[in-house]
């Protein structure tokens, strides 16, 4: 079993959509959360961490649902720079050890 | 500021020849450094991590090797390139004690021809 599970979409919505992307893992030891966003050919780039508060930044709003091993990721208001992959990461401390895993990711296209 | 280096950018190499990628990072001392291999429309696959100089930690078997010469420096080795070795690498780091938040190199893309 994976330890993330992410729709890999693609997900392609207007400008100015609201759109949002869900992702679960499967360790309850599970530490940390985060999304990256990755452009095409390029490297991985943290766009936020994710707290189990809910936390926003911008147009970004991240949720964790720890009882249900669940993150979710909103964008509001769709920009055509968004168009990207995200990738869902969480942190798992095991023995020695404090490493991420990745989701395979999210496409998003943003349309004009 | 930090910043992480990684070079070359892309490298066309044959079946059977060598490797070796390096990576450097900058404005930040005892990092741990990462190698992770990406193979088209896959997800991250970490190889190796490295707490310190001379300390590896293989994540899988493979064709390939990693080293750590010097605190901010990671390179990543094989002696014998296969079709399969063929994927984007990318070295990353984060700071000790941390949430792990990891920061990533611009990555090499290799095709074994």
């Known amino acids: 079993r994976k330890e993330v599970e992410q729709d890999p979409g693609p997900f392609n919505v207007p400008e100015g959509a609201t759109v949002a992307f869900n992702c679960t893992y499967s360790n309850s030891a599970s530490q940390s959360f985060f999304w990256y966003r990755q452009d095409c050919r390029k490297e991985p780039k943290l766009l936020m961490s994710?707290?189990?508060s809910g936390n926003e930044d911008g147009r970004f709003t991240a949720q964790l649902n720890r009882a249900s091993q669940y993150i979710s990721l909103l964008i509001r208001d769709s920009k055509l720079s968004d168009s990207a992959t995200y990738l869902c990461v969480v942190n798992i401390k095991q023995t020695g050890a404090n490493n991420l895993f990745f989701g395979t990711g999210t496409r998003l296209t943003v349309i004009p | 500021s930090q910043t992480i280096h990684q070079w070359p950018a892309t490298l066309v190499q044959p079946v059977g020849s060598p490797l070796s990628l390096e990576c450097t990072v900058e404005?930040?001392?005892?990092?741990?450094l990462y190698w992770y291999r990406q193979a088209a429309g896959r997800g991250l696959q970490l190889l190796f991590y490295s707490v310190g100089i001379g300390q590896i930690s293989s994540e899988v078997p493979q064709n390939l090797s990693a080293s750590r010469p010097q605190d901010r420096q990671f390179i990543l080795s094989s002696k014998k390139l296969l079709l399969s070795d063929s994927g984007f690498y990318l070295c990353a780091w984060s700071v000790k004690g941390s949430k792990n938040i990891q920061y990533f190199g611009a990555g090499t893309r290799l095709s074994v021809l």
């Open positions: 994710v707290y189990s």
């Open positions: 404005g930040t001392s005892n990092p741990n």
